[in-house]
Every structure is written in C-alpha cells, then in structure tokens.
C-alpha cells in the first residue's frame, strides 16, 4: 500500500512539473532551458521574484549552518499558528528538497510577476502554501516538515488556470493535469494537493479582469508573455 500511495505521489509530481514547464516555455516563447531563464529574468527584473529567490538561499544558508533553526521554525504537533508561515523557510528533508525547490523557485516565481504582477504573485504564493501547511498540520496529515514547494505549486496552479482560461487553443487542455494532480494528491493526503487546488482557485479569480481595470496585468502574444 506504501508503495501504490508513494506512486501516485511521483505521477502527481510529473503532472504539475511537465505542464507546468511546457506553459512556461509558452509563455516566454522559449525552448531550450537556458534561453527560457534568460526571457524570464529579463530587463525589468522581476524583483518580487529575485527577491524571493534571495531569500530562500539565504533560509538554505542559514539553516545549513544552524539545523536548530529546521525545529524553530517547521511544522509541529501543538506548535503555534506562525509555524504555518515560518514553516515555508525551511526545507525539511535535506539537500535534494532544497535544490529542487530552488530550482523551480527561480522558473516559477518570475514567470508568476510577469504574468498576475508582484501584488498576485505574492498573495499566490502566501496563500497556497500557508494553506497547505495549515492544512498538514491541523488536519493531521503530516505533523512535521516545511518546505515551499506548496506554495510554488500553488503558483503553478494558478498560472495554468490562469492560462485555461484565457487562451483558446487546444493544446492547453494538457493543464488540465494540474489540478487534476491537486485533487488525487488531497485523496492521499498529501499538502501540495492543498496548494496546487489553492492556486488553481486564485488562478480562476485572476483570470477575470478586476472591476476598474481595463486590463489584466499581463497577456500573452506569438512572442511570449508581454507586461501591462
């Protein structure tokens, strides 16, 4: 049974990473990887994005020098309501879950400001994944642990939904795979179903123009995305 459930956790993974890669190298009018991070850290820089990116180094940093910082700050049984949030800093199972999360931290998160801009970008981000950690640990699905992982499917979440939404070509339908992956993920009780499905709800509220707002804060041409 360990082993069916630990299956279905690894296709839920390649049903969020491979969408989500092919819509970002849409969204860029990119193809090979290194062409892809050159578009998407362009001039103007995303700054919310590098700063993002500054600070989840710096959290590797720092809790490699000083693992006490790993119980200070990650989700525990009883532990205070802040942990949901401080949980996200800290990455819980070694150096694999660090670089990866990393990795996709630095495509995902300034495709996401070129795209919703800094203002959706964050709240995507906050919101989905302090949703899955409160979640995990208040629901008891896994009492201890942090990551950001939640939160950075829960920006690719919402840039699918996002782009389901807005674009009309059949092609897309592939996203459909990511939210899919949210809901199996929550059947087996694991917290980045809770942050895929958060993002997957903010991406719908996004996809709508704001009252007063003429329009969105990006939208997306033959050439790749184009900022408001």
Request: hydrophobic content about 55%.
């Amino acid at each position: 049974m360990v082993g069916a459930v630990t299956m279905v956790k690894y296709m839920c993974a390649a049903a969020v990473v491979a969408p989500g890669w092919l819509l970002i190298q849409r969204l860029v009018s990119g193809s090979h990887p290194i062409d892809v991070l050159r578009r998407l850290w362009r001039r103007p820089v995303p700054i919310a994005a590098l700063a993002l990116v500054v600070l989840f180094t710096g959290m590797a940093i720092v809790q490699t020098a000083s693992p006490h910082v790993l119980t200070a700050l990650e989700r525990q049984p009883g532990g205070g309501w802040w942990r949901c949030g401080t949980a996200l800093l800290v990455q819980t199972s070694g150096w694999v879950q660090l670089l990866f999360n990393l990795a996709a931290l630095i495509v995902v998160a300034p495709a996401s400001v070129r795209v919703f801009g800094t203002p959706r970008m964050l709240v995507a981000f906050v919101v989905s994944g302090v949703a899955a950690q409160a979640v995990s640990m208040y629901a008891g699905w896994s009492s201890t642990g942090g990551g950001d992982s939640v939160a950075i499917c829960g920006l690719v979440g919402a840039l699918s939904v996002w782009y389901l939404l807005r674009r009309r070509e059949l092609a897309r339908w592939i996203l459909l795979l990511v939210p899919a992956a949210g809901v199996v993920l929550c059947t087996v009780t694991n917290n980045h179903g809770v942050g895929v499905l958060a993002g997957c709800l903010l991406g719908a509220i996004y996809a709508f123009p704001v009252a007063g707002h003429a329009r969105d804060s990006a939208r997306v041409t033959d050439h790749g995305v184009v900022t408001a």
